[in-house]
């Protein structure tokens, strides 16, 4: 099953919640990848890169029967990833592709990008004031 996932910077919840598959050309700041579900993989990011339990990301849109979903990450998880180094992102991603072995899988090949892309992401976030979203399409 193809999961289409895009990452992206929106000033607030009202202009995040148009974004979307049908919904290209946002000119937000934004980062697409495919292929694992986001909203596991988060959560599985927060307890690898903070420890403790995962924040729970707030839902914008939720998903109904068209497999269209958009969410907030959690501010405890834009913080860390925005404050981890390279070095320390890689780390966390070989260990997000083991940890997601168990569920659905993770793109193992491209985990670093992705993890890297996504903190520049809540860097980018936090210089202008705004949140980090996602949306994903699973049909």
């Not at 996932?5 to 919640?17: C, L, M, N, R």
């Not at 946002?26 to 694992?36: E, L, N, S, V």
């Not at 070095?87 to 260990?95: C, D, F, G, S, T």
């Not at 993890?115 to 980018?124: I, K, M, Q, S």
């Amino acid at each position: 099953m193809l999961r289409v996932v895009e990452f992206f910077v929106a000033p607030d919840d009202g202009a995040s919640a148009l974004v979307g598959p049908k919904r290209q050309g946002h000119g937000f700041p934004a980062f697409r990848c495919a292929d694992f579900y986001p909203d596991d993989a988060v959560e599985d990011w927060e307890v690898l890169l903070v420890g403790g339990v995962a924040s729970d990301s707030r839902v914008v849109v939720p998903m109904k029967c068209d497999g269209f979903m958009v969410f907030e990450l959690s501010e405890r998880l834009c913080s860390a990833l925005a404050a981890a180094s390279r070095a320390r992102l890689v780390e966390v991603a070989v260990q997000w592709v083991e940890l997601a072995e168990a569920k659905d899988g993770a793109p193992a090949e491209i985990a670093a990008e992705i993890l890297t892309a996504v903190a520049g992401l809540a860097r980018t976030a936090g210089d202008l004031g705004q949140s980090l979203y996602c949306w994903y399409f699973a049909p």
